[in-house]
């Protein structure tokens, strides 16, 4: 099975690699660095944040809008793509095992999909060196675990969709629900109906991180503003219940099992589904 995963994942990141859809994702990413180079955001203090800090806080925040819907679109097309595709049959006449197929596709697809997001903080460190400012490694080890846990979430939740749609145009139609309905659970806005109930906070703060986005981006501004002021009252119901170090490991370790859940679940819908 594992020589299958590895043969797969060779032959997805080569397939990607040649695609359309990865020149332009890579092509927003290093671009997004490069503009807030050209902007002059490292000159720039927020907070008491300058510098490579600086840079890395509004990219993180862009990469919570942009790379859900990227990693989903782009996701959501393998299982149903080769569906349409008729790929199945000639897989079945081939000593290619399912697992070794699918969670294949998982693992060239985290590659494709990271590599650009963490080759472009990584140019940004680098580029900040060459210039001599100060690289906060803590805060880019930080940012690249959030990203990395963030991908594989989407990535998991983006074959489970695939999986279950027959078509490309019904995938892609729920992967961008999917994160439309996740965008507006961010920041609680849905849950203010919750809030007019009297439904209790801890319910409600509960209820908003189940949102994998809404954990990444509380996590994200933990950093920079340890009280998470910026969050109001409901920063008591994390910081009591959480702690800052607890609320870390929770940002970690919620988007990877969920992804890692959403996963397994298509793989056994995969399985045992009608292939061709």
């Keep these: 099975m594992v020589h299958h ?8 990141i080569a397939e990607s690699l040649r695609a359309r ?11 997004i660095v490069a503009l807030l180079f050209l902007f002059g955001l490292t000159e720039s203090r927020v907070m008491g944040f300058t510098g490579l800090s600086r840079l890395l806080i509004v990219y993180i925040q862009l990469c919570m809008a942009i790379l859900p819907i990227f990693v989903l679109i782009t996701t959501v097309r393998s299982v149903a793509g080769d569906r349409e595709a008729g790929v199945f049959e000639y897989l079945l006449s081939l000593p290619v095992s399912l697992a070794g197929w699918y969670w ?3 693992l060239g697809r985290f590659i494709t999909v990271y590599l650009p997001v963490f080759l472009a903080m990584l140019a940004a460190a680098l580029w900040a060196k060459l210039n001599g400012l100060a690289i906060p490694w803590l805060q880019f080890i930080f940012y690249s675990g959030l990203l990395l846990a963030l991908t594989w979430c989407f990535l998991g939740l983006g074959l489970l969709l695939s999986t279950l749609a027959r078509s490309i145009d019904i995938a892609q139609g729920l992967g961008f629900l ?4 996740l965008l507006l659970f961010l920041d609680l806005i849905l849950l203010g109906i919750l809030i007019q109930q009297q439904t209790q906070p801890e319910i409600v703060v509960a209820i908003a991180l189940l949102n994998p986005m809404q954990v990444f ?3 994200a501004m933990l950093l920079f503003d340890p009280q998470l002021v910026l969050l109001g009252p409901a920063a008591y119901v994390i910081l009591d219940h959480f702690g800052n170090t607890g609320y870390i490991l929770w940002a970690f370790l919620y988007p990877i099992i969920l992804g890692s859940l959403a996963a397994l679940l298509g793989y056994h819908l995969f399985k045992r589904g009608d292939l061709p």
């Design 21 to 31: 859809w990865f020149l332009l994702y890579s092509l927003v990413f290093g671009g």
């Design 178 to 181: 999917l994160w439309l309905l």
């Design 217 to 219: 981006r509380t996590a």
């Design 5 to 12: 995963l590895w043969l797969t994942a060779k032959l997805d």
């Design 104 to 106: 294949g596709k998982l």
